[in-house]
């Protein structure tokens, strides 16, 4: 069996510090493939040193809404060049977070609107961070593909939205990933959400070292390895094989991120 944890913060601390560890205990676990995100300028660099340490391990940057107001003209032109990297799989996290509004929303709209022209222009998917702000999200997206044609790929990271949200990312041709959060207790409208995504659309995620599964959500540190309880419950929501459930979303993530 091979599982790819599709978005993973391996260079955040405790997990950069004991990061042979922790890709052994992964391995372990069935999950063979991590893609390593970074945030910022810093976490970026590092995601991508990291990739080009360990086999199978790749990188996608990004600057966070949450850092938006941080970014200029030289952040996204230095973004744009460590994106030629071959290491890199795809451009993000990035999108709108009006949760928190660490920054202010035009200047994350800015910055989502600069991440998805470098997308765009070097043919890279593009991964989603939309907390609160579904329809803006939406919007601007419809909006740049009117006008400058479509993106590569696009797939909602960490999905929490409902059924009917969902529905509205497969109608654009785009995808969705579901982390731990799928198996809490209190995310009804996330599993009724994952049942309508076929399996062609779906990727799973940690989103570590945040956001452990049941049933270990006690664990305060998520890890890679812990993305096996993710898989065995969504297999089991969709009444499959654990074997064919993680086949079908591997094969789903490979073909997204054009991995080997």
Request: aromatic share 8%; charged share 25%; hydrophobic share 40%.
């Amino acid at each position: 069996m091979e599982l790819i944890d599709t978005h993973s913060h391996l260079v955040y601390e405790p997990l950069a510090g004991d990061i042979e560890n922790v890709l052994a205990r992964s391995k372990e676990a069935g999950v063979t493939r991590w893609l390593n995100v970074g945030t910022d300028p810093e976490h970026n660099q590092k995601a991508l040193d990291m990739a080009h340490r360990f086999e199978n391990m790749y990188a996608i940057i990004g600057i966070h809404p949450h850092y938006a107001d941080r970014v200029t003209s030289q952040t996204i032109a230095e973004l744009k060049q460590l994106a030629g990297n071959e290491k890199v799989v795809a451009i993000g996290e990035t999108g709108l977070d009006f949760h928190y509004n660490f920054s202010k929303q035009l200047d994350q709209r800015r910055s989502f609107e600069a991440h998805l022209h470098i997308a765009h222009e070097l043919n890279l998917p593009v991964v989603i961070h939309s907390r609160e702000a579904f329809d803006e999200t939406m919007d601007i997206l419809d909006q740049f593909i009117r006008l400058n044609g479509n993106l590569k790929g696009v797939v909602f990271h960490c999905f929490s939205g409902t059924a009917e949200q969902a529905k509205m990312v497969l109608d654009y041709g785009f995808y969705t990933s579901f982390t731990g959060i799928v198996t809490f207790k209190n995310a009804e409208s996330q599993r009724m959400a994952a049942e309508g995504v076929p399996l062609e659309r779906m990727m799973i995620e940690t989103d570590c070292p945040y956001m452990s599964p049941e049933p270990m959500r006690k664990q305060k540190n998520n890890e890679p390895a812990l993305m096996i309880h993710t898989a065995k419950f969504l297999a089991k929501l969709k009444k499959m094989e654990l074997e064919d459930f993680a086949s079908a979303v591997t094969a789903t993530s490979k073909s997204f991120y054009d991995l080997p």
